[in-house]
T-cell receptor
Framework: RKEVEQDPGPFNVPEGATVAFNCTYS??????FFWYRQDCRKEPKLLMS???SGNEDGRFTAQLNRASQYISLLIRDSKLSDSATYLC????????????FGRGTSLIVHP | DAGITQSPRYKITETGRQVTLMCHQT?????MFWYRQDLGHGLRLIYY???????DKGEVPDGYVVSRSKTENFPLTLESATRSQTSVYFC???????????FGSGTRLTVV
């Protein structure tokens, strides 16, 4: 089983739609969680951190479920500019702080 | 300029040549990382460093060498480039806190 797994998609949705991605991780001792966005082979950029209580940033909501070992990203009112690849990132505990990246989920928002 | 910068942005080199990719960050972040990204593989960790003079292998270290004599610099050297090392290389840094990892804009390396 891969350490961090994501559905590669693509998720093809119309503008205004709500779309959700999940990411599962295998290490129950994982400590930090993030969602990154990557556009067309440019560098990944931090979208948001994921906190145990869940957190929201505008149209984006991230959730963490430690019991089931997954994190989720919800995008409401999708925009054309949301088209990108979304990477799930998990960091193990123990001080090494080495991130493990999922392979990403591709989102295409069409008019 | 503050941030993390990689150089060169693009590089074409011949098989067997040694090539060094540079990474410089201005935040004094303790952690620095080198990744390669290829279609179908996602980001794969080559080497990482937790502090100056402390480096360790990642998932795909063969054929690469790193050094970190200063906190702000983390060069990656391909000792004898091979075509399989044609890739996009990203450097990243982090302070080990909750702000995640910040990436450079990447080096697109082609080995011919």
């Amino acid at each position: 089983r891969k350490e961090v797994e994501q559905d590669p998609g693509p998720f093809n949705v119309p503008e205004g739609a709500t779309v959700a991605f999940n990411c599962t991780y295998s290490n129950s001792a994982s400590q930090s969680f993030f969602w990154y966005r990557q556009d067309c082979r440019k560098e990944p950029k931090l979208l948001m951190s994921v906190y145990s209580s869940g957190n929201e940033d505008g149209r984006f909501t991230a959730q963490l479920n430690r019991a089931s070992q997954y994190i989720s990203l919800l995008i409401r009112d999708s925009k054309l500019s949301d088209s990108a690849t979304y990477l799930c990132v998990v960091t193990a505990s123990g001080g090494s702080y080495i991130p493990t990246f999922g392979r990403g989920t591709s989102l295409i928002v069409h008019p | 300029d503050a941030g993390i910068t990689q150089s060169p942005r693009y590089k074409i080199t011949e098989t067997g040549r040694q090539v060094t990719l540079m990474c410089h960050q201005t935040w004094s972040h303790s952690y620095m990382f080198w990744y390669r990204q290829d279609l179908g593989h996602g980001l794969r960790l080559i080497y990482y460093s937790a502090a100056a003079d402390i480096t360790d292998k990642g998932e795909v270290p063969d054929g690469y060498v790193v050094s970190r004599s200063k906190t702000e610099n983390f060069p990656l050297t391909l000792e004898s480039a091979t075509r399989s090392q044609t890739s996009v290389y990203f450097c990243a840094s982090s302070d080990g806190g909750g702000d995640g990892y910040t990436f450079g804009s990447g080096t697109r390396l082609t080995v011919v």
